[in-house]
């Protein structure tokens, strides 16, 4: 059974991946993007932060 993680910890990798994304961490973002590229980008790299947080 699959349980939801508390909404503190989603708020915190929300920080997180916004700081790396400040910090360049993910590579070089563009400022602004049409927002269906700015969610798939974001979906991918939330992806990216939970398999690098796995490992």
């Known amino acids: 059974m ?3 993680r ?3 910890v989603q708020i915190r990798e929300e ?3 916004l700081w ?7 590579g070089a973002v563009p400022e ?3 927002d269906e ?3 798939s980008e974001e979906s991918a790299d939330i992806t ?3 398999a690098k947080a796995k490992a």
Request: charged residues 40%; positive net charge.
């Open 2 to 4: 699959l349980r939801r």
């Open 6 to 8: 508390p909404a503190t």
């Open 15 to 17: 920080e997180i991946i």
């Open 20 to 26: 790396c994304k400040q910090h360049k961490n993910f």
């Open 32 to 34: 602004e993007k049409p």
């Open 37 to 39: 590229e700015k969610k």
């Open 48 to 50: 990216a932060f939970n």
